[in-house]
């Protein structure tokens, strides 16, 4: 890598604008950071060389560079900020709401949306963020942030930690803050010295060359804002992980106990009981809204009992349950146990439990009884044998029956909301065999000449609890990363970086200034400094151009 040497003696890396030294403009490096199309300099990390601006031959330099460009970083969150957009157009298959007709996205989106929803879900826009085009696209934003961070952070650095009070004339000269005093007293110069201690600058002086500074520290708000956001975007891809992160579904009926999803079958949820509150109808201040809406909750809840396995696992055998703790868990207040968040997500009411049928012959008007049976619907046999010799086989469960386009019978879910059966009946001394199709409101005898007929005789329903279990260990990384993001923000905002050079020039003075932000501030600075001595205000080159 060359080298390239200045008028003062001190030798630059490739790349430098302004001099480390002296300030002096390097002159084959102003097109850099446009310079030599104008009269100010552009201070801009103080025209320290940054690794992009030295090394082009490999092709890490080549991968560097490309994420060191703060364009390339405006477009990878651009591309984020639009595919997010897209996520949001329809509901993500995590939130397909739990009252759905079905769950299944490939049912779910063209049922719902129809060709678009469609669309969306073949182009997998349905688990849009946890997809791997989606996660490696926040890798690359993260990657830029911290090539960009380390390429001007380092070089600004060392300039900084390095300048020196004496300047170059150019240097001087071509700050936006600049005057030329043509005589000036060891007195004044003494008053000017004073005045900037009063103001709180920190004096550096070197053979009669100073150097005021102050707020040097807001130089680093916008680093302190990447390490914020790269812990926020770490948070995001350790959601990914089950470890860190767990968001599950599961639907527990009234006296039903079920393993916990994403526990591994470590713990289990008893529900004891489902209470539904709504609000009274003969209230005066509820009548308007219950007239709009229908029935409205005033509270739902499970009166749950969790239990943890114990003892070792053996193949076939009921494991032993012990009970860790026993809540109810209501709307807005989650049951809460180890590691585990379990929120009350909504309900399923009048779901079947149980049906009973009962026989009689077809042309009996009075349907006398000829035998009963009892189906539950959560675990039907595939038999049931009466005491008066008839049996009766399951030939087809629909537990939440629907008939397709094709006209075939289905079931939208797993879930006993329309029960529906095929049975076949085998009477008793080897009479014939008769199929018989059964559901609520329905009884259809599929050849038209069966001699016996099933009916619903009763029926029991029960509700069902959706719950929501979560873990989520990646929140106290994005208030972090937040809190370290609004920090930086503060420190750039509301702190300003100012430096005020006064060289000797023979017997007089030249004073320059800059600042990052709020050069008002900084003349008003100047002009209080210079009060009460013959020193020159400085003019603003700015508006001179």
Not at 53 to 67: G, L, S
Not at 296 to 307: D, G, L, R
Not at 331 to 358: H, W
Not at 418 to 439: L, R
């Amino acid at each position: 890598m060359e080298k390239i040497k200045c008028e003062c003696g001190h030798v630059n890396p490739e790349g430098t604008v302004l001099c480390e030294a002296c300030g002096k403009p390097v002159e084959e490096n102003q097109h850099i950071d446009g310079n030599d199309k104008r009269k100010l300099l552009n201070m801009r990390y103080d025209g320290s060389a940054r690794r992009s601006q030295t090394y082009n031959k490999t092709i890490v330099d080549k991968i560097w560079n490309f994420f060191s460009s703060v364009k390339v970083g405006v477009w990878l969150i651009v591309l984020a900020l639009i595919a997010s957009g897209i996520g949001t157009i329809f509901p993500q298959e995590q939130y397909i709401p739990p009252e759905a007709p079905s769950r299944d996205p490939s049912v779910y989106y063209e049922a719902q949306h129809g060709i678009f929803g469609l669309i969306y879900y073949q182009l997998g826009f349905h688990n849009l963020y946890s997809s791997w085009w989606y996660l490696l696209l926040i890798a690359l934003i993260g990657i830029s942030l911290v090539i960009c961070s380390i390429d001007r952070f380092v070089p600004l650095y060392k300039a900084l930690k390095n300048q020196r009070p004496r300047r170059h004339k150019q240097f001087l000269n071509r700050q936006r803050l600049f005057s030329k005093t043509d005589y000036v007293t060891d007195d004044e110069k003494s008053k000017l010295v004073s005045g900037l201690k009063k103001k709180r600058y920190k004096v550096y002086e070197e053979n009669g060359h100073i150097l005021a500074e102050k707020g040097r520290f807001s130089r680093w708000g916008p680093y302190v804002n990447h390490i914020g956001l790269i812990i926020i975007l770490i948070a995001a891809l350790l959601r990914m992980t089950p470890f860190m992160y767990l968001d599950e579904y599961v639907w527990v009926r009234e006296g039903e106990q079920k393993s916990i999803p994403g526990t591994d079958g470590e713990y289990h949820i008893e529900n004891q009981e489902f209470i539904l509150e709504t609000y009274d109808e003969d209230d005066e201040r509820f009548q308007d809204a219950i007239e709009q809406q229908g029935m409205v909750e005033k509270n739902f809840q499970t009166n749950a009992v969790i239990y943890k396995e114990t003892g070792e696992d053996i193949a076939g055998a009921e494991p032993e349950l012990e009970k860790v703790t026993e809540d109810e868990m209501r709307m807005n207040e989650p049951l809460k146990f180890d590691k585990y968040t379990l929120y009350q997500a909504g309900y399923q009411q009048n779901e079947f439990q149980s049906m009973s049928f009962k026989i009689h012959e077809t042309d009996d008007p009075d349907e006398e009884s000829l035998g009963e049976f009892t189906v539950d619907l959560t675990d039907p046999q595939d038999e049931y044998n009466l005491d008066n010799g008839f049996q009766v086989l399951v030939s087809q469960y629909y537990p939440d029956y629907e008939l397709s386009d094709e006209g075939e019978p289905r079931s939208q879910t797993n879930y006993p909301r329309n029960p529906a059966f095929v049975f076949t009946v085998h009477p008793p001394d080897n009479e014939e065999s008769e199929m018989s199709f059964v559901g609520i409101g329905r009884n259809v005898d599929a050849t038209g000449e069966n001699d016996y007929k099933l009916g619903v005789q009763d029926f029991e329903t029960r509700y069902a609890s959706g719950i929501t279990v979560r873990v989520d260990h990646t929140l106290p990384f994005f208030i972090i990363g937040a809190a370290i993001f609004m920090i930086g923000v503060i420190q750039g905002m509301y702190w300003h970086h100012r430096r005020i050079w006064l060289n000797p020039e023979g017997e007089g003075l030249m004073m320059a200034g800059h600042t990052n932000k709020n050069w008002f501030g900084l003349k008003k600075d100047i002009e209080e400094i210079i009060e009460d001595t013959d020193v020159k205000m400085v003019d603003d080159q700015q508006e001179l151009e």
